[in-house]
């Protein structure tokens, strides 16, 4: 069964804390990608990456950091310096016709 | 479920009519572009695309509207039903860039029975 894994679907840290959210591809995707989703707004890109070994920032990458060491996966870490974590955490990957497609999204709370 | 999709346009239609969803983007450089449905609490699922290539592409159900001239798309889902429920956007890119694409904020369908 292909697709994109997130894991957890619901997370929960103290504030002051790192935290890592998973995402996992199975479908040979180069791109990867990861966006955050708030209330009201469109979705919001944080980093992405085009090939192993390599990534970009996105629009609000300030306070994440990621790494890509495997073409399947893509971790995400949130850190303290992230001034409002809370929201939904989507990953995305693309194939060469451009379509991207989502995992199932981990919503992140902070207190 | 999840708060995502508060305050958004609302689109309200009877079982079985038809709905049309739009969406305008601001690239004119944008040649490619999606047509995404989200339930609550759940990820994106890709439902239509279309190049620019193209003014009009059908699915299953489904049909997307490119118009370049005035930068706009539209959705189409022909006999709604109480599962097309959700919010959906729209998406483009430019296939020549960097692959950064860019997402409206969505229109909430509600299929009223």
């Known amino acids: 069964d292909g697709g994109i894994t997130q894991s957890p679907k619901y997370l929960f840290r103290k504030e002051g804390q790192n935290v890592t959210l998973s995402c996992e591809q199975n479908?040979?995707?180069?791109?990867m990608y990861w966006y955050r989703q708030d209330p009201g707004q469109g979705l919001r890109l944080i980093y992405y990456?085009?090939?192993?070994?390599?990534?970009q920032k996105g629009d609000i990458a300030e306070g994440y950091s990621v790494s890509r060491e495997k073409k399947e996966s893509f971790p995400l870490t949130v850190t303290s310096a992230q001034k409002n974590p809370t929201a939904f955490y989507l990953c995305?990957?693309?194939?060469?016709?451009?379509?991207?497609?989502f995992g199932p999204g981990t919503r992140l709370t902070v207190t | 479920g999840e708060s995502v999709g508060l305050h958004l346009p609302t689109l309200s239609v009877q079982e079985g009519d038809n709905s049309i969803i739009n969406c305008a983007y601001s690239?004119?450089?944008?040649?490619?572009f999606i047509w995404y449905k989200q339930e609550s609490g759940k990820g994106p699922q890709f439902i239509i695309d279309i190049r620019s290539n193209m003014d009009k592409r059908q699915g299953q159900r489904v049909t997307v509207l490119l118009n370049k001239t005035v930068k706009h798309l539209s959705l189409q889902i022909a006999a709604t039903q109480p599962g097309d429920s959700a919010v959906y956007f729209c998406a483009d890119t430019r296939t020549s860039g960097t692959y950064k694409y860019i997402f409206g904020t969505g229109t909430r369908l509600k299929v009223l029975a």
């Open positions: 479908l040979n995707h180069d791109a």
């Open positions: 690239n004119s450089a944008s040649d490619y």
């Open positions: 995305a990957s693309r194939n060469p016709g451009y379509e991207q497609y």
């Open positions: 990456s085009q090939i192993v070994n390599d990534f």
